[in-house]
Structures are given as C-alpha cells and as structure tokens.
C-alpha cells in the first residue's frame, strides 16, 4: 500500500482534467473545461486508485482509467440535467442553462469520445477494460431511461427502483473499482470482489442520496431546488413509505406540490415515526459492511478503502 | 474480389441492424430500432465491405465495424436533428419529435454504446479499430460545433467551410472506408488509400448534398421543410457565390425567407448565369477521379468501387 491523502488524489485528478481538451472549437472547448472544472467530488476515480494500490500496483498506471472513469460520470451528468431539466450543478448553472441544448449534447457527446481517448492511453488488459467501460456506458442509458419511465408509472416497486439505481449508479461506481484493479493485474477474483464492493458502495450512495436530499436544504445538495420532487421521481425513502403509510405519503406529496418545505418537513415525520428511516440507516450501513467484508476476505481492505468506507457512510452531502 | 450486389449487402446490414438490441427498457429498444429501421442509404457500411473486400479479405471479417460505422453515422444524424430541430429524417418524423427530446439525446448515448459492444467483435486490429473509430467520433463532434458556430458568423470563408464538412462528413466517410481495410489487413499503405479515398469521397458527397438541396424538392431530400435555410447554415454553393456576387445573394437569401420557393429560383438563376454550378460540378468530379486514381494506384479500384464511385457521381438525392 502506498501512503498518500484523498486530497492530493483529488487535486492531480483536477489538475489532470484541466489537460484533456484544450484546442478544437470554442464552442466545445469551453463548456468541456467549464464541466471538468466543477467542484465534484471525484469518488470514483479516487476508487479506482485505491483499487489499483490494493491490488498492489502503482497507483500511476490507473491514471487514465481514473480520468476516463470521471469524464464518462460527468458525460451522465451533462445530458441528465438536460433531461431533467436541472439549472444547478455543483453550485454552477449546467451547461444547457449556461449555454443551450445543443451545446450542451454536443459536450456530453465530445466528453465520451474523450473519455475514450484516455481509455486507450492504459498499458495493459485494454479489451478487457473497453468491454466494462462500454457495458458500463449502456448500463448508465439503460438505468437513466428507467428513471425516465418511472415519471409516468405509479407503481414502481422497490425492487424496480433497486434496479434502476444498481444499472443508473451501482453499475459506474463498480465498474470504477473494477478498472482500477484491470489497470493493475489479471486477477479475476481481485476484479470480480472489486467490481462489487463498488456496486454495494453505489447501491448504498444512491439511497443515502435519496435520504439526504429529505434532510439537506438544497444550497447544501448543489442541485436545483428539489426537482426531484417537481418532477415525480421515485426515491427509496418514498417507496418504502408507500409500501406502509400510502395514503400519508400521498397527502404529503399533494402538500409538497404547494410548499416544498412543508412537504418535506411531513416525509420526514413519517419516516421517523414509522421507523423507516432507522430501517434504511441501517440497510446502509449493513451494505457497506457487507462491501468491506468482500475486501476483507480477498485480502484488498487497505487502510485507505477503510477511511473510504467511512467517508461515504458519514457524508452529509 | 467477391462477387456481391449492393443491394443485397445493404438487405443484410439492415437484417442485422434490427439484431442489434431487442431486450432493454422499452424507452430505448422502441426509439433505437425505429432509426436502425429507417431507410438510409447505408453508404457508409458498404463502403466498409467495399473496403474489407479490395484487400482481398471475406467481407464477412468487416461486419462488426460496418455495423459500428452504421451505428455511429445513426447516432449523429439523432443527436444533429435534436440541435438542427428537423423534424423528418428518411421521410419519418425524427426521434425527439415522435417522442421528445429526452429520449432522443438517450437514444444516441445508448447506439453509440452499441456501436462500441459492435466494434469490439471484431477479430483483428482491435487497438487500431478503436482508436480510429474515437478520433472519428471527436471529429464529428467538432465539426458539428463548428456547424453550429457557423449559424452566428457572417463571415466564413470557404475553406472554413471545407475544413468543417471534412470533420463533419469526410471524416467518418473516411474511417468507414479504412475500418474496412483494418479489419482485413495490416498494410498501411491499403489502409491510407482507402481513408484517403473516402475522406475524398465524404468531401464531394457533402458539397453535392449542398447542391442537390438548391435542385430537389422537400420530399426528394427527406429533410424537413428546407431547415438549413431557415437556420441561416451555411453551404457550399452560397459561399462559393458570396464571394463573387455577394449583392445579388444577400437579396435572393431575404426573399428565400419569406418565400424559399422563390429565394431557391434565384439562387439557382445565379448558380447557373455565374457558371459556378459547372465550376462546383467540375470539383466535384474531379475530387472523385483523384479518389478513384487513389485506389487505382494501389491496386484497390475493383470493379464495385467504380461501381460505388460512379452511384455518388450520379445520385439525384
């Protein structure tokens, strides 16, 4: 294991962005750079590291998987927020607000093929890490097409919603361990255990996102003012409410439609009077014990994925 | 070379285009089988067979990148009619219009994950494949942001405009042809000739299109209602005419606004007392005789590729 801090990680990867794309129109050069710069918080490349470095490999030589990782999740973000029709990101205007659609496609489509280019750059397992990355880049379609699906459909289940976010988010965050560990050895069971702490780690993310966005005044969540709820999307708290306390949910809603706050402040008081959110707290922590335990038993838990763990279980944002 | 009619390889990239995908969320599977369904030309994959087959290969070996190729031109043309705001494509409404624009931005994003699973069958030269196949898709980004920066800027000069078709056109008509001879062989040389010969081809086929647009009507095009001129685009023809007769095109370009009919009538009256309709006639013909010497001094110009050369010079749409 080598010794390093998750900021300095953050820092070479931000620096490492500002390179990708600095000649070719102006029209793309400045929306790309204007979404690289934003104030992510870098999760997933910082994952693939600490995957590279538990599988004992030089940290440098999953640098262009990291980048790529990065700029295929910020790809997502740019067309999501179209479609969305989101005006926040990272505290900044998206690029459809800043600029227009147009621009705003044609970044997201320049992004990948970037993201791709940087791909190529890894030295070693390149078909192998072209299958995940493209499996990945269809599987985050498929789980945003689902979401999409799920405004029109009352419905969904929990199980429904579980899969969408495993193929919208699960699916990335593994596929970003699982490169991390490609870039590095042939190890299949390395990969394979990898693969699927990130895919808890992501299942775990999303819900804690979900429950976030119940508790966090919208400033803190950087996104636009609960669009989310505006536009009817199902989030894991509101489903298991639905599944207990359907006709509460549902005069919550009516409530939030007028005053989002107030909307807010009722869910809320379900959540904690029925003792869902205690039963979704812990599903988190079961989730992410469950991902430790994977490393654990493959020999991978470095004391960096410890903190990493612990990060993602204690954030507030 | 193998005996084979055009037609029947085109029957076979459309049998195989509907195999694409079939299991998904039907958000996607519906809108990505209607554009794979839709009655394009597919140029660009026979070109690649066209290619694969010159270098003495099965023609069979250049499936995969055919259909990426196919894929990928299909991906663009969604995406474009989003930003371009056509409403028809091949005499069908467009995506975003049968659905909305959600769908379509998705619909691209997910056929160019499928282009890239497509891609990765391929059995030889994967590397090479790959890194051509993103350059192209880099350059068709480019050059429609160019396009589109076109839209605001009075004054682009015609080799601006060329230098934009190259990205936007030439450039995947080129790596049609090149992935063609990468999924074959080795030999640089074939592989150079043959994108040369495309690129070139790609050039004479878009300023063509420009002026076949001028002579047809609507429905010959398969466009929208003369979208281009509305959006203020710029085109070969007009260029070339601005820089002589730049009076004459400012006032045929108001009247086109208020009736293109008549603006169409005037331009072509222009075109054709000016002599640059013979001139433009003459470039194009001669781009394709300096493609065609390409292959014929590589030993490459096989009787389907006079055949491919001549359907360009001749096409009425």
């Known amino acids: 294991m080598t010794n390093f801090h998750f900021d300095d990680l953050r820092n070479q990867i931000n620096e490492e962005l500002l390179q990708i794309y600095n000649s070719g129109p102006k029209s793309l050069v400045e929306p790309i750079n204007y979404v690289l710069a934003g104030k992510g918080k870098r999760f997933r490349p910082v994952l693939t590291f600490l995957s590279a470095d538990?599988?004992?490999?030089?940290v440098k030589d999953s640098f262009p998987v990291a980048l790529a990782v990065?700029?295929?999740?910020?790809?997502?973000?740019?067309?999501?927020?179209?479609m969305d029709d989101d005006s926040t990101r990272h505290g900044?205007?998206?690029?459809?607000?800043?600029?227009?659609?147009?621009?705003?496609?044609?970044?997201?489509?320049?992004?990948?093929?970037?993201?791709?280019?940087?791909?190529?750059?890894c030295s070693r397992n390149n078909?192998?890490?072209?299958?995940?990355?493209?499996?990945?880049?269809?599987?985050?379609?498929?789980?945003?097409?689902?979401?999409?699906?799920?405004?029109?459909?009352?419905?969904?289940?929990?199980?429904?919603?579980?899969n969408m976010i495993d193929l919208k988010t699960g699916y990335l965050i593994g596929m970003a361990a699982e490169l991390g560990a490609l870039s590095i050895t042939e190890n299949e069971s390395y990969c394979?255990?990898?693969?699927?702490?990130?895919?808890?780690?992501?299942?775990?993310?999303?819900?804690?996102?979900d429950l976030l966005e119940l508790?966090?005044?919208?400033?803190?969540?950087?996104?636009?003012?609960?669009?989310?709820?505006?536009?009817?999307?199902?989030?894991?708290?509101?489903?298991?409410?639905?599944?207990?306390?359907?006709?509460?949910?549902?005069?919550?809603?009516?409530?939030?439609g007028d005053n989002v706050n107030l909307g807010k402040e009722l869910i809320r008081g379900i959540l904690e009077s029925t003792g869902i959110k205690k039963e979704i707290q812990k599903l988190i922590s079961d989730m992410i014990k469950k991902a430790n335990n994977l490393l654990i038993e493959n020999g991978l838990f470095t004391s960096h994925f410890k903190d990493f763990s612990l990060i993602i279980q204690n954030r507030e944002k």
């Open 215 to 256: 508790y966090s005044d919208t400033k803190k969540m950087g996104k636009s003012l609960d669009s989310d709820y505006l536009l009817g999307k199902k989030t894991y708290p509101l489903l298991k409410i639905k599944e207990q306390n359907s006709n509460e949910l549902e005069s919550a809603l009516k409530i939030a």
């Open 127 to 162: 078909q192998k890490i072209l299958k995940v990355f493209t499996d990945g880049l269809l599987a985050v379609c498929e789980g945003q097409a689902i979401d999409k699906e799920f405004e029109s459909n009352k419905n969904v289940s929990v199980d429904e919603y579980l």
């Open 54 to 58: 538990a599988c004992k490999g030089n």
């Open 70 to 82: 990065e700029i295929l999740h910020n790809f997502t973000l740019v067309h999501d927020d179209i």
């Open 92 to 121: 900044k205007l998206t690029v459809h607000q800043k600029w227009d659609h147009g621009v705003a496609i044609l970044t997201g489509d320049a992004m990948l093929s970037l993201a791709l280019l940087t791909l190529q750059k």
């Open 192 to 209: 394979e255990a990898l693969r699927e702490y990130g895919y808890l780690i992501g299942r775990a993310f999303q819900i804690q996102d």
